[in-house]
Antibody, heavy 119, light 110 residues
């Protein structure tokens, strides 16, 4: 069974940093590209970032480029999002998702982890 | 990367059909046949219900169906059921390995 479990969400002050994680199981992690998607309180989903199989190719939304870094550790079956220079606008539930091979959709998602940026 | 526009809410009685629209632009929905739809119960993992405009993932009921015309995609739920009450999000590929999601629609079963 495919499982994605996010962790690491916390309350952080504006200007601070945080790294969140996504633990994958039930599939061959290094065969899949992975996404981060977020949902601000009361808002819709927002695509954040994509990483390829070996971590050598990364894409970011304009809203986070230069502040967030996506990475992965295939030996640990884990996906990460390093978030720097956080603002209140980054307060959201962050979901990781698996990209179906060669396709443009997310076929499995985690339940999310809450990041709150507050003074 | 502007969000796709969806109605905030749609409601219907059990057994009825409802349609949720998703309006984008010529840079996303209008440019690619890569529209997907997700069902989300708050606090749970979103679930893929339609991909590439009108394809069903394995295990998804065909009472969900999708379509696209120009810059607008649509999700139709036929034979509405109580368990369909959830939030629904559209998404489109937007080129250069970027994606855009919709504003979300809350479906209420009366």
């Amino acid at each position: 069974e495919v499982q994605l479990v996010e962790s690491g969400g916390a309350v952080v002050q504006p200007g601070g940093s945080l790294r969140i994680s996504c633990a994958a199981s039930g599939f061959s992690f290094d065969d899949y590209m992975m996404h981060w998607v977020r949902q601000r309180p009361g808002k819709g989903l927002e695509w954040v970032s994509l990483i390829n199989w070996d971590g050598g190719y990364k894409v970011y939304a304009d809203s986070v480029r230069g502040r967030f870094t996506i990475s992965r550790d295939n030996g640990r079956n884990s996906l990460y999002l390093q978030m720097n220079s956080l603002t209140t606008a980054d307060t959201a539930v962050y979901f990781c998702g698996r990209r179906r091979g060669g396709k443009n959709f997310l076929d499995y998602w985690g339940q999310g982890t809450l990041v709150t940026v507050s003074p | 990367q502007s969000a796709l526009t969806q109605p905030a809410s749609v409601s219907g009685s059990p057994g009825q059909s409802i349609t949720i629209s998703c309006t984008g632009s010529s840079s996303d929905i209008g440019a690619y046949d890569h529209v997907s739809w997700y069902q989300h119960f708050p606090g749970k993992a979103p679930k893929l219900i339609i991909y590439d405009v009108n394809y069903w993932p394995s295990g998804i009921s065909n009472h969900f169906s999708g379509s696209k015309s120009g810059n607008t995609a649509s999700l139709t739920i036929s034979g509405l059921r109580a368990e369909d009450e959830a939030d629904y999000y559209c998404s489109s590929y937007a080129g250069s390995d970027t994606y855009v999601f919709g504003t979300g629609t809350k479906v209420t079963v009366l």
